[in-house]
């Protein structure tokens, strides 16, 4: 019970730091984690639908998202080559400029490095990667805190 309540305010503690490192920078956490998406992609565009599947809150509104971050010129959408339904959405380089503006505080490595050491961070991913039922490998590489 005790661990269920820690991650839970764990996760909301996080959640806000993030959040105000983010608006630090004019965008939500949300925008944050569709540019890292679509930089994953880049150069290739991706569709509504793949950012949708690969955000990390699964919001439903994908499309609004993406429209504010169309209006501040982070990200561009066109037309779709090969599937006319569908809306290519591709990072700018202005969105790529955001993104490394903003990586090293998003990762808090400021906030690891002055409460846990590495080897105690390698193994709460562990931990972490176990309660979600996710083995690693041996070839995943620990990059970073």
């Known amino acids: ?66 429209d504010r971050l169309v209006a501040k010129e982070l990200v561009s959408r066109g037309k779709c080559s090969t599937d006319r339904r569908a809306v290519d959405v591709m990072i700018t380089p202005k969105g790529l400029d955001k993104l490394e503006a903003l990586e090293e505080s998003m990762m808090m490595m400021d906030v690891l490095q002055e409460n846990i050491t590495e080897e105690e961070c390698r193994t709460l991913n562990e931990l972490l990667d176990k309660l979600r039922g996710h083995e690693p490998s041996i070839s995943e590489d620990f990059q970073g805190k």
């Open 1 to 66: 019970h005790k661990a269920t309540v820690n991650i839970v305010f764990t996760s909301s503690w996080i959640t806000g730091i993030l959040e105000k490192r983010a608006n630090l920078e004019q965008i939500t956490l949300q925008q944050f984690n569709v540019l890292r998406i679509l930089r994953g992609q880049y150069p290739k565009p991706a569709t509504n639908s793949l950012v949708k599947e690969r955000m990390l809150d699964k919001m439903p509104d994908v499309s609004r998202i993406i």
